[in-house]
């Protein structure tokens, strides 16, 4: 491979051909079916998926389909049939991204803001362009940088889905609607994951699972007046607040479920030593901390690995609380806050989110009413061993396109599309990557895209794809 030639290829078809695009993309609110239940009726969700069908049309590697199945978001599928050279097995790679996006988040620069695209030097900013509007145009045009250098790769299905940020609950259905075509795969690479730095190749190694719901603690059935209320009925606030330390540590932050803990592997630990290492004070300056502020542990390795392998539990969002500016002297009928646990790659997260909700609801303070409404839960991710091929091709790619070696690490979020791909083909080796480094910010405000990231990270995908073919 001419890796010049390979770069200079993608510089100018990122710029010319899918920038344009990708903001195009990011104007539209495509929000995730958990925040817009009513995407279908909104339409935008359909309209991105055009505008990004309609762009891979014109790439002429494959005809792309955008598969819509009863009562579920839409899938892009292409189907790229093998290039040149015959290869000596017949396995095929998945190449996996998503389109759906997260909400608005407020916070906003003020020349900034959620759907309106704004390039920066390297930065591309706006919601949805790094997390994951960017996949399928780097994992096409991956392919078509081969096909122009002649180049041989073999067959490659790319599916971007539309409700990953929701948990991905359309789709299994998918997936066993394409069973047929997915019987073979051999190398799974993913689009949807962090990077640890912006000078070379970072690969995750495992992904959190999360457990989670909306906790309701009910004391009244309208609110009164404070001054002749408290005193009389318990605050609705307080009692959640004793029931969350059921499940967390209020001191310590440690989470008190057994089942969301397990014994560290001594390789993954060695794995978050290597990455603090590399990292260095970036594992705790990529948080936009408070003046005075330090973060929980002075261990920068032990930070990495609360991160990864640890349990960790969140108030995500919250019910029954006037704004401050126009809140009155009333004791509040009602609490309500959605919690978001994080847990080690490899444990159950059904029977956590059945603990959690156990541990809440039993015996509740002063007869409150306390009602945990579970959310969908997703297991994390371990990767597979890594073959001696990609090991060396990621190591070749990085130093390539970046110039520096490939490195690893844990991922702390999620992707639930990895643990259903790693259960149903437990052979294949992973190649989960993504341009999500310092300050990116997904799902928070001021998120950007790092362009010259994309455009390296969519060539390393070119390497892995050629020796992929090349290799037994």
Known sequence: MDHASIATYL?????????????????????????????????FIDQAMELLAGWCQGQNIAAPEVLRLPNRSPLLVLDVPPFGNPSRSETSALLYGHMDKQPEMTGWREDLGPWKPVREGDRLYGRGGGDDGYSVFAAVSAITALRRHDIPHRRCLILIEASEESGSPDLPTYIDHLSGRMKDLGLVVCLDSGAG??????TTSSLRGVAGGALTVK?????????????IVPSSF????????????PETGQVLIPEAHINIPEDRRREAERTATILGDGVVRDFPLVNGMRPVSDNL???????????????????????????????????????SLRTPPSVNTAAITQRMKQTLEQDPPYGASVVFDTEQSGDGWVAPSTEAWLAQSLERASTAFFGKPAAVLGEGGSIPFMGMLGERFPKA???????????????????????????????CVAQVLADFHAQC
């Open 11 to 43: 510089d100018r078809e990122w710029e010319s051909s899918i920038l344009p695009v990708l903001q195009s993309y990011i104007a539209i609110p495509c929000l995730s079916e958990d925040f817009d239940p009513d995407w279908a009726k909104h339409g």
């Open 197 to 202: 730095t912006y000078d070379r190749l970072w």
């Open 219 to 231: 004391v009244m059935h309208e609110g009164r007046h404070s001054g002749s209320a408290s005193g």
């Open 238 to 249: 307080r009692i959640a607040r004793h029931l969350l330390s059921r499940i967390e540590d």
């Open 301 to 339: 390795t032990e930070l990495v690995l609360n991160q990864t392998w640890r349990p960790t539990l969140c108030v995500t969002g919250a019910d029954g609380f006037p704004p401050v500016n126009s809140a009155g002297n009333v004791l509040r009928p009602f609490t309500r806050l959605k919690l």
């Open 429 to 459: 080796q992973f190649v989960i990557t993504g341009v999500l480094g310092p300050d990116s910010n997904a799902h928070g405000p001021n998120e950007f895209l790092h362009v010259p990231v994309a455009k390296a990270v969519t060539a």
